[in-house]
């Protein structure tokens, strides 16, 4: 079943590549690093429309079009150089994420004896600690939305603080799951339901979420793309359609 949005029969898919990618709106020229389908889709999106200078790379040593030709040379050194300096803006993925923004990566139970061995923290403390960074969550649910993280990885605006000026350029800007999209632009810097996806009710985010979350009394939805953006995401960006497998129909609502 679509998510119908304006007779278009928008998907819950289509709205979470949006979601995905205005968290690029306005980052000028800088660094694009998302990891996972929907972001990669959201990336590209952006720069085909709304954000024409931002950077995509392959991962590898190139910058590309988002169509995947190349247009210049990244090396790692100077990926590296880019990352230490604040010039990338990456959407990783979160095994958990807490009300503060805390990410983890690396395992789930007592470090000393886990209860699952996940991908390690690899990079995700620099990340947050110089550039701006976002999330992404395929299926929101509790064991991901936890109270407390089993490990912190990606830094979150509670540890932000304790660590004073070298935390400065901390910035997490937004959570988008396939319920909605998040942010912590509250008093104490907690998450904040900041839409939500057409079909999905706030009740519904509460009872996926392991942690009491701040609700505004009117949510807005997360914005529909236009028939341009559709047009690009459907016969552009996505023809063969693997968004619907990451978030696929009918799986919730």
């Known amino acids: 079943m679509s998510v119908t949005g304006g007779g278009t029969g928008v998907t819950r898919a289509e709205y979470c590549v949006i979601a995905c990618a205005e968290a690029w709106r306005g980052a000028g ?57 604040g010039r990338r803006h990456v959407m990783m993925g979160a095994s958990q994420i807490d009300r503060y923004g805390n990410q ?38 509790r064991r991901v939305f936890v109270e407390r ?34 942010d912590f632009s509250t008093p104490d810097r907690s998450m904040r339901l900041a839409s939500l996806h057409p079909g999905v009710s706030p009740e519904q985010v509460r009872e996926a979420t392991g942690f009491p979350l701040a609700v505004p009394d009117r949510v807005p939805r997360t914005r ?14 996505d023809p063969a359609g693997d968004r619907a497998r990451e978030v696929p129909e009918g799986a919730r609502g």
């Open 29 to 85: 020229e800088i660094l694009a690093s998302p990891m996972g389908l929907i972001p990669s889709l959201g990336a590209r999106l952006a720069r085909l429309t709304f954000a024409p200078d931002l950077l995509l790379t392959d991962g590898e040593a190139l910058l590309v079009r988002p169509d995947g030709t190349p247009e210049g040379w990244l090396p790692y050194r100077q990926h590296l150089t880019l990352v230490a300096g």
């Open 104 to 141: 983890n990566i690396s395992c789930v139970g007592d470090w000393e004896r886990p209860r699952r061995q996940l991908l390690g923290v690899r990079g995700a403390s620099l990340n947050t600690l110089n550039n701006p960074t976002s999330y992404w969550v395929p299926r929101h649910a």
């Open 149 to 182: 993280v089993d490990m912190v990885c990606g830094v979150g605006y509670d540890r932000a603080a304790e660590l004073g000026a070298t935390a400065r350029f901390h910035h997490v800007v937004r959570v988008v799951s396939d319920l909605g999209v998040f």
């Open 224 to 237: 529909e793309p236009g028939a341009e953006e559709l047009r690009l995401i459907r016969e552009v960006l």
